[in-house]
């Protein structure tokens, strides 16, 4: 288990977001984007207590085996990249 993920969760400095919504969709796209740019705009406070990190859940799709959800998972973070390239450099 990760130790900083550990600790985040220990010192109650985590955000959980849970969409309605399949992952890698564009709606999912949209609402991850809007939590994760409010996350980012957090981490000076949540710095103060060490560690912080971000859930995400999604309510589909099911049934996915490890192969179709690695795709769905690098196709959404592709389309976050997407969205947020117009607006951010490369980090």
């Given amino acids: 288990t990760c130790v900083a993920a550990k600790s985040a969760f220990n010192k109650d400095n985590y955000r959980f977001s849970a969409y309605q919504c399949d992952l890698a969709t ?14 980012v705009n957090d981490q000076e406070r949540l710095r103060e ?14 049934g ?8 769905r998972l690098w196709a959404q973070l592709q389309a976050l990249h ?3 390239a117009p ?5």
């Fill in 26 to 39: 564009p709606d999912a796209t949209a609402l991850l984007a809007r939590d994760l740019y409010l996350f």
């Fill in 49 to 62: 207590n060490g560690f912080s990190t971000f859930v995400a859940s999604f309510t589909g799709p099911s």
């Fill in 64 to 71: 996915l085996d490890e192969t179709a959800f690695e795709a």
């Fill in 82 to 84: 997407d969205t947020d």
């Fill in 87 to 91: 607006q951010s450099p490369w980090d």
